[in-house]
Structure formats: structure tokens, C-alpha cells
């Protein structure tokens, strides 16, 4: 017998829903989650992301599956968390390998993209300016990006709060909704191992 599964696209989240408020919570959904048979009832949630971890001891790990647009939380041997996320697109592709965690930073900003906005309309004039090509003319003004709760593994590269357009979509960083973003950040420490596939 077949199963049809209804996958709806990340931009349908409503701000007041968070995944970490539902009443669904504890192994019986990673269970589910992790036999590839989500209950459909669970299934916004789980696109959402999903966090069971904070009574789990055991060292963190994280694997991000760009494939799946996926990364998983592990402590220890056991999957404590599941977010989606948005990785690079083609042409700044988030590369694979073993790293670590070098660096956490709540309030980070990209030093190379961001917006430049007219200073008297408030518009702006270019939404994906890189400092090493856009400059911001007479009357404007260059604003770094915001990349809260940034969690550096590879150089520039790094997890952070992040729009999800449903596929691969960054200049090379781990975007993340803000409430696994915090999650993950809350429970790695510098060094912890992020394994890219």
C-alpha cells in the first residue's frame, strides 16, 4: 500500500506557532521522525524543526544534510533535534567536511553582504549587496546583515537565524528559524563537532 505525504512549503509559518509549544513532545516523535513514517498531524511541526534535548546529557554533535535542507542535533548517540534549514545555492555552495564550532556570536552581522538603503526614503536600492562590489552611492547607506545566534565551523561559513525559502538559497551559510537557531546555540560550545554531507 502506498503512502501520500503532503509537504507544505516552509512560508506558510505563522509567527505565533513555534515548534517548541507543542504538547508532542519527547522520543515518541523522533521515533516517528527517525522511521521516515512522521504522523501527519506532526508534519508542520516537523518542518518547523523539533527540540527534545534539554533534559540529555551527552557531548553534542550536529549533522547537516544539504540534500534534505536538514540538520540534526545529537547528544551523545541520541537525535535530539531536527531543523530545517537553507544551505548555499549553486554558486556558493556550503562546502562538506568535518569541522567544529570556532566561534559563537549573538549579535553578529555579515561583513560582506548585506542591503544598501536610500537614507532619505528608507528603500532600498539593492537587497543582496556584497562589499566587495556594491558601493553605497550619494544618499545611501550600506547595512551589514544581521546573522543572529551565528555559530562559525568553516571560516566565513556559519548557522544562524535566517529566511527559509524551502531549498538551498544562501551565499554559503546554515540559515535557521530563530527558535531552533537559539536552540542549537544554547547547547553547543565552541568545538563541538559540525559534520556537513
Known amino acids: ?20 509549544d507543542s504538547n508532542e513532545t519527547g522520543p515518541g516523535y523522533l521515533a516517528a521522525f527517525r522511521s521516515g513514517v512522521p504522523d501527519r498531524n506532526k508534519l508542520l511541526e516537523h518542518q518547523r524543526g523539533y527540540w527534545d534535548g534539554d533534559n540529555v546529557q551527552g557531548a553534542p554533535q550536529i549533522r547537516i544534510k544539504r540534500d534534505e535542507q536538514k540538520a540534526y542535533f545529537y547528544k551523545g548517540p541520541e537525535l535530539v533535534g531536527v531543523s530545517p534549514i537553507a544551505t548555499g545555492k549553486t ?36 537587497d543582496d549587496a556584497d562589499t566587495r ?3 553605497a552611492g550619494p544618499g545611501e547607506v550600506f547595512e551589514n546583515a544581521p546573522m543572529p545566534y551565528f555559530m562559525r565551523f568553516n571560516g ?16 554559503g551559510c546554515v540559515r535557521m528559524p530563530e527558535a531552533m537557531a537559539i ?3 544554547e547547547n553547543i560550545e565552541v568545538g563541538t563537532p559540525v559534520i556537513v554531507e
Open 156 to 171: 566565513g561559513v556559519g548557522m544562524h537565524v535566517g529566511h527559509l525559502p524551502g531549498y538551498a538559497a544562501s551565499h
Open 91 to 126: 554558486t556558493h555552495t556550503t562546502p562538506a567536511g568535518s569541522f567544529k564550532i570556532t566561534q559563537k556570536n549573538k549579535d553578529h552581522k555579515s561583513s560582506l553582504y548585506g542591503v544598501i538603503r536610500n537614507t532619505t526614503t528608507g528603500q532600498i536600492v539593492n
Open 183 to 185: 536552540k542549537f546555540f
Open 133 to 135: 562590489k556594491h558601493r
Open 1 to 20: 500500500m502506498k503512502r501520500l505525504f503532503i509537504f507544505l512549503p516552509l512560508a506558510v509559518f505563522l509567527p505565533s506557532c513555534s515548534p517548541l
